[in-house]
């Protein structure tokens, strides 16, 4: 099976070849790291051999963010060890080799026997940690047969992926049975683990890591623009972040209908991919708007404009300048993004109404008056509501932060759970090669 497994995915990426060729030109996308991701390890990588090493992937951003408290605690309870850290996009490398240093970090590796064998010959991992839902079979196979421990943390299984699963189930519960820990987000996510083949007593409810992140540090920016708009009087500020092909274009013409009655009003826009900045601009200009792009911005009047962030890691630290933030990837199909990153200022929130990726998170801060969920027709009334009723925005905003101080601690129960696992005794390689 692993075979096939292998051959298909070989399959998949020939066929898809000329779309991945099409992105690297158009757009630079995939080419960093290329050589790692088919197997050449890095030289800051290679020379780390004979270390004792725990390997860590986060695919991008969002699980950077999420699983960096976890990374701070294993080296803090493991100081004897290098934690290294895996990353999928490029965006994700960026932001990892911040926060951990670039010397720790490195991109994982394709799913293939070839690609990943010299990573695990140089590193020799005591522990692989999984992000999310990354159930990656060859990965997940030579892990367990180079004898380290392995655990998914703040893993879920979205509404999306799991009848994709579901087709699995003649195979997945033998790429499972691999894992020796899995740590859900909610029960429910637990029950999904368990029903597409993971072992009940290998899988246990800790929380969201999500619920963790503590505000990032500010960058110079944030403060630049705050004395901007103070020193203008411009508000409200409305925060428009990781936004998708076709919600720009209803969140600019929410702005238009909110300019008359607030000429100083200012509309930041952040796009969820770097590729897209330039198609934003160009529709920024097309509908008449008078803009400024934060990789030009020089300190200029920006009251009664679009602001857009063009920049990778901001937004996070924006969202407390927001009068309004807005979560998008949600006015489209495409399940939304986290809210939990304005909220963290105590700041009112408002997503559309396709939250399935954030489910359990949307429709707990629903139930705590904590979020308003809005479509299309929607949007520019609910932004203008809020605008003219400053006692609902301040409550709106304070339910958000309660709900989310209310869930905290994942952090804690799931590195507990890893420090259990390292204490015990090593899977015996040996007897996985033969099992396998």
């Known amino acids: 099976m692993v075979a096939l497994y292998?051959?298909?995915?070989?399959?998949?990426?020939?066929?898809?070849?000329?779309?991945?060729?099409?992105?690297?030109?158009?757009?630079?996308?995939?080419?960093?790291?290329?050589?790692?991701?088919?197997?050449?390890?890095?030289?800051?990588?290679?020379?780390?051999?004979?270390?004792?090493?725990?390997?860590?992937?986060?695919?991008?951003?969002?699980?950077?963010?999420?699983?960096?408290?976890?990374?701070?605690?294993?080296?803090?309870?493991?100081?004897?060890?290098?934690?290294?850290?895996?990353?999928?996009?490029?965006?994700?490398?960026?932001?990892?080799?911040?926060?951990?240093?670039?010397?720790?970090?490195?991109?994982?590796?394709?799913d293939f026997a070839f690609a990943l064998r010299p990573y695990f010959n140089a590193l020799r991992p005591e522990m692989c940690v999984l992000a999310e839902t990354e159930f990656w079979p060859n990965f997940l196979r030579l892990a367990r047969q180079s004898g380290a421990r392995i655990a998914v943390i703040n893993c879920r299984i979205s509404d999306r992926s799991l009848p994709g699963y579901k087709r699995l189930h003649f195979w997945l519960p033998k790429v499972l049975s691999n894992v020796d820990l899995f740590l859900?987000?909610?029960?429910?996510?637990?029950?999904?683990?368990?029903?597409?083949?993971?072992?009940?007593?290998?899988?246990?409810?800790?929380?969201?890591?999500?619920?963790?992140?503590?505000?990032?540090?500010?960058?110079?920016?944030?403060?630049?623009?705050?004395?901007?708009?103070?020193?203008?009087?411009?508000?409200?500020?409305?925060?428009?972040?990781?936004?998708?092909?076709?919600?720009?274009?209803?969140?600019?013409?929410?702005?238009?209908?909110?300019?008359?009655?607030?000429?100083?009003?200012?509309?930041?826009?952040?796009?969820?991919?770097?590729?897209?900045?330039?198609?934003?601009?160009?529709?920024?200009?097309?509908?008449?708007?008078?803009?400024?792009?934060?990789?030009?911005?020089?300190?200029?009047?920006?009251?009664g404009s679009v602001f857009l962030l063009d920049s990778i890691g901001e937004l996070a630290a924006i969202y407390s300048l927001a009068t309004i933030a807005f979560v998008g990837g949600s006015l489209v199909p495409r399940g939304g993004h986290n809210i939990l990153e304005p909220a963290l200022y105590g700041v009112p929130v408002v997503t559309g109404n396709h939250y399935e990726n954030f489910r359990e998170i949307v429709e707990f801060f629903l139930s705590r008056n904590a979020v308003r969920v809005v479509g299309m027709a929607e949007l520019a009334l609910v932004f203008m509501e809020l605008i003219e009723n400053p006692t609902e925005r301040a409550t709106l905003g304070a339910n958000a932060l309660a709900a989310l101080e209310s869930q905290r601690g994942a952090t804690t129960r799931t590195v507990s759970a890893l420090v259990d696992l390292m204490s015990k005794p090593k899977p015996n390689a040996a007897s996985a090669r033969t099992a396998r």
Request: net charge positive.
């Open 6 to 110: 292998s051959a298909l995915l070989a399959l998949f990426l020939l066929v898809t070849l000329p779309y991945w060729l099409l992105q690297m030109l158009r757009h630079g996308k995939y080419r960093a790291g290329l050589r790692q991701r088919f197997g050449a390890v890095p030289s800051h990588i290679a020379r780390l051999k004979g270390e004792r090493t725990i390997w860590v992937h986060a695919v991008s951003v969002g699980e950077v963010v999420a699983s960096s408290s976890v990374i701070d605690a294993l080296r803090r309870e493991f100081p004897a060890h290098r934690v290294l850290v895996s990353t999928t996009t490029s965006t994700g490398q960026k932001l990892a080799a911040r926060k951990f240093g670039a010397g720790n970090v490195f991109y994982f590796p394709l």
């Open 184 to 303: 859900t987000q909610t029960e429910e996510d637990r029950r999904r683990l368990i029903e597409i083949g993971a072992s009940p007593a290998k899988a246990a409810v800790v929380g969201n890591l999500k619920f963790d992140v503590a505000p990032p540090p500010a960058p110079v920016i944030v403060s630049s623009l705050r004395a901007a708009f103070d020193q203008e009087h411009a508000t409200p500020v409305l925060v428009c972040g990781s936004t998708l092909e076709n919600e720009e274009g209803l969140l600019l013409s929410a702005f238009r209908n909110i300019l008359p009655t607030h000429p100083k009003a200012i509309l930041i826009l952040a796009p969820r991919h770097p590729e897209r900045f330039a198609a934003v601009v160009s529709m920024i200009g097309e509908l008449g708007f008078r803009m400024c792009r934060r990789s030009l911005w020089g300190g200029e009047s920006l009251a």
